[in-house]
């Protein structure tokens, strides 16, 4: 059974920095693309930021690029996102997410870490 | 960026109703389209793929359609179970994009 876990997440200021980790079990880790998603308060989901399943390549979403890095562990089955200069529309449930067929086509999520950006 | 646009944002409807949910895009996405339920709380779960494929689990009640620019999900019967939001989802791009979401609630 495919588990991801995440972690990390919690209440910063704003211009802070925040790490948050997706432990993955159930597959083989390495095989696959995974992604961040977000979703604001009350509000939709929107895609953060994706990386390749060996060789690593990553992408992100316009509103993080510069400010976000994504990448991952295969030895270690985990995904992280190193988050800096944080800021109040930042603040949401994180969903690590694996990818299915299609490397932005997601067939897993974890249960989501909440990031709280405020002073 | 593709956009996708939702309609409608909300929908009140019956159990044993029929209904359908529509998405457009921005620009032309061939079938690169995905469709999740998300349940209050939840994370989102994976309905249907590559327009029409139905993901393996997911009741027959649900379908999709489209091609290129507009798709369609329809649920051919309610079902107490089935009310919570919709998302699609293009794939088409290293920037993938969701649609602003539907609220199916019980009339």
Redesign the interface.
Known sequence: EVQLVESGGGLVQPGGSLRLSCAASGFTFGNYAMSWVRQAPGKGLEWVSGISGSRGDTYYGDSVRGRFTISRDNSKNTLYLEMNSLRAEDTAKYYCAKGYRWSYLFDSWGQGTLVTVSS | ?IQLTQSPSFLSASVGDRVTITCRASQGISN?L?W?Q?KPGK????LI?AASTL?SGVPSRFSGSGSGTEFTLTISSLQPEDFASY?C?Q?NS????????TRLEIK
């Open positions: 960026d690169y995905a999740y998300q994370a989102p779960k994976l793929y993901q998302y989802q794939l290293h920037l993938p994009t969701f649609g602003q979401g």
